[in-house]
């Protein structure tokens, strides 16, 4: 206010002067009062580098977002969720996508690794079938349950066609990613057919299927409605509705104070603190983003997994719903929470537990991070209140296949 005071009063004493000249210097001095005060402001501004925008929370969004072609239906949802449950998709017909993401395992599998063709039994007591050539799945099966979300940035942004998925993030949107484990060898393929030919395969089966051939005409409204795109759309429009939007955290960032407990506050603040939130951020506690951490290789595997690029970097998982998708990491290797934080405690320390990696290729945020045993218990605390198992577990009595409902399970 003072110094518009100033400007102003050597602005009424000059307008006094009859002379042009005063005039001219009157507009240039309006000109320099103007642009000191624009500097002012700028200064005045805290800087934009010093706010920490990526430890960011919030509540998953009540609603999903859908591509715009392919809107969500009664009808589809009901078709993906036939689809999910069959093994006509698999080679053997032995597998279905519920086999390694089962309701009663919150969509996620009790496995380190999951056993896919050639095996049978449920959770930790599946098995491979002998004689047996396939191998363990390459990677821990992730649940699926709020992937509706992948990509959802700490502004409750995301753009469900480029949604990243599975831990190398190497296709985009819950569309592609269904087909690819029918493609996958060691996962629902086998050896009867070729990777190139599997979908093909799979579309006459179920073609060949009366009932699938209805329901496809249902949910998709064209003359050859059984395509390979219509199955991905399916099988994505049935995964879209299994979210969790009403954890015990989510009700309290809805403004229920009471929704946590002390002891999960205080862990929500040690959280912080520890600069857990730098890569678990936003609705989802992830960034989706590559990270290298240095976890020790799984024994189970034959072949070095080198994840993203290479690189040894693996995308962020979400938090939430912990409870049901242990054991944890990319390759299952930790089997409780504990197990995480002392590995993070490590890693702070310069530590990699993975020959493979040196250190000085850790991620940074990884390596600045301040987990400690004081405050494990608190943040464990907190991890807890990020689950919700209010979810559909409803499992269809039958399968239009006629096949064993999940597989050989």
Same mark, same amino acid.
């Given at each position: 206010?003072l110094f518009?005071?100033a400007c102003?009063?050597?602005?009424?004493v000059?307008i006094?002067?009859?002379?042009?000249?005063?005039?001219?210097?009157?507009?240039g001095?309006?000109m320099?009062?103007t642009?000191?005060?624009?500097?002012?402001?700028?200064?005045?501004?805290?800087?934009t580098?010093?706010?920490?925008?990526?430890?960011?929370?919030s509540a998953l969004?009540?609603?999903?977002?859908?591509?715009?072609?392919n809107?969500?239906?009664?009808?589809?949802i009901?078709?993906?969720?036939?689809?999910?449950?069959?093994?006509?998709?698999?080679?053997?017909k032995d597998?279905?996508?519920?086999?390694?993401?089962?309701?009663s395992?919150g969509?996620a599998?009790?496995?380190?690794?999951?056993?896919?063709?050639?095996g049978?039994?449920?959770?930790?007591?599946?098995?491979?079938?002998?004689?047996?050539?396939?191998?363990?799945?390459k990677?821990n099966?992730?649940?699926?349950l709020?992937?509706?979300?992948? &990509?959802i940035?700490?502004?409750?942004?995301?753009?469900p066609? +480029?949604?990243?998925?599975?831990?190398?993030?190497r296709?985009e949107?819950?569309?592609?990613?269904?087909?690819?484990?029918?493609?996958?060898f060691?996962?629902?393929?086998?050896?009867?057919?070729t990777?190139?030919?599997?979908?093909?395969?799979?579309i006459?089966?179920?073609?060949d299927?009366?009932?699938?051939?209805?329901?496809?005409k249902?949910?998709?409204?064209?003359?050859?409605p059984?395509?390979i795109?219509?199955?991905?759309?399916a099988?994505?429009?049935?995964?879209?509705s299994l979210?969790t939007?009403?954890?015990r955290?989510d009700q309290?960032?809805?403004?229920?104070?009471?929704?946590?407990s002390i002891?999960? +506050?205080?862990?929500?603040?040690e959280?912080?603190?520890?600069?857990?939130?730098k890569?678990?951020n936003g609705p989802?506690?992830?960034?989706f +983003?590559?990270h290298?951490? &240095?976890?020790?290789?799984?024994?189970?595997?034959s072949k070095?997994?080198? &994840?993203?690029?290479?690189?040894?970097?693996?995308?962020?998982p979400?938090l939430?719903n912990l409870?049901?998708?242990?054991?944890y990491?990319h390759?299952g290797t930790?089997?409780?929470?504990?197990?995480?934080?002392?590995?993070y405690?490590?890693l702070?320390?310069? +530590?990699?537990?993975?020959?493979?990696?040196p250190?000085?290729?850790?991620?940074?945020?990884?390596?600045?991070?301040d987990?400690?045993?004081k405050?494990?218990?608190?943040?464990?605390?907190?991890?807890?209140?990020?689950?919700?198992?209010d979810?559909?577990k409803?499992i269809p009595?039958?399968?239009?296949? &006629?096949?064993?409902?999940?597989?050989?399970?």
């Amino acid at each position: 206010m003072l110094f518009m005071l100033a400007c102003s009063l050597q602005y009424a004493v000059i307008i006094k002067k009859s002379s042009i000249i005063y005039l001219v210097f009157i507009l240039g001095f309006m000109m320099q009062c103007t642009s000191t005060k624009e500097k002012a402001e700028v200064k005045s501004k805290p800087s934009t580098i010093a706010i920490d925008t990526l430890s960011r929370f919030s509540a998953l969004p009540k609603t999903v977002k859908s591509p715009p072609d392919n809107p969500s239906t009664k009808e589809k949802i009901y078709l993906g969720r036939l689809l999910f449950f069959d093994p006509i998709l698999s080679g053997n017909k032995d597998v279905a996508c519920a086999t390694c993401h089962h309701p009663s395992n919150g969509y996620a599998e009790s496995l380190d690794l999951p056993i896919g063709v050639n095996g049978s039994g449920f959770g930790r007591k599946r098995s491979f079938n002998q004689p047996n050539d396939i191998p363990f799945t390459k990677r821990n099966s992730p649940s699926v349950l709020n992937t509706a979300f992948n &990509g959802i940035n700490v502004y409750d942004k995301y753009n469900p066609e +480029k949604s990243p998925m599975f831990w190398d993030g190497r296709v985009e949107s819950l569309e592609k990613q269904a087909l690819e484990p029918i493609k996958a060898f060691e996962e629902m393929r086998g050896h009867l057919y070729t990777k190139d030919n599997a979908l093909n395969v799979v579309i006459d089966r179920l073609k060949d299927i009366v009932e699938y051939h209805d329901l496809f005409k249902k949910a998709f409204d064209v003359d050859e409605p059984i395509t390979i795109e219509n199955l991905g759309k399916a099988i994505a429009a049935f995964e879209r509705s299994l979210i969790t939007p009403n954890s015990r955290f989510d009700q309290y960032m809805r403004g229920d104070e009471s929704a946590l407990s002390i002891s999960e +506050k205080d862990g929500l603040d040690e959280f912080k603190k520890a600069g857990c939130g730098k890569c678990h951020n936003g609705p989802m506690f992830s960034d989706f +983003k590559m990270h290298v951490l &240095g976890v020790q290789e799984n024994d189970k595997l034959s072949k070095i997994d080198s &994840g993203f690029n290479n690189t040894f970097a693996f995308r962020t998982p979400t938090l939430r719903n912990l409870q049901f998708t242990f054991p944890y990491m990319h390759n299952g290797t930790f089997n409780s929470l504990k197990e995480i934080l002392e590995f993070y405690e490590d890693l702070s320390n310069g +530590k990699s537990r993975n020959p493979l990696v040196p250190k000085d290729s850790l991620d940074e945020l990884v390596i600045n991070a301040d987990v400690g045993v004081k405050n494990m218990s608190k943040i464990i605390s907190f991890l807890n209140a990020l689950n919700d198992e209010d979810f559909d577990k409803s499992i269809p009595d039958r399968v239009p296949s &006629g096949l064993p409902v999940g597989g050989d399970i």
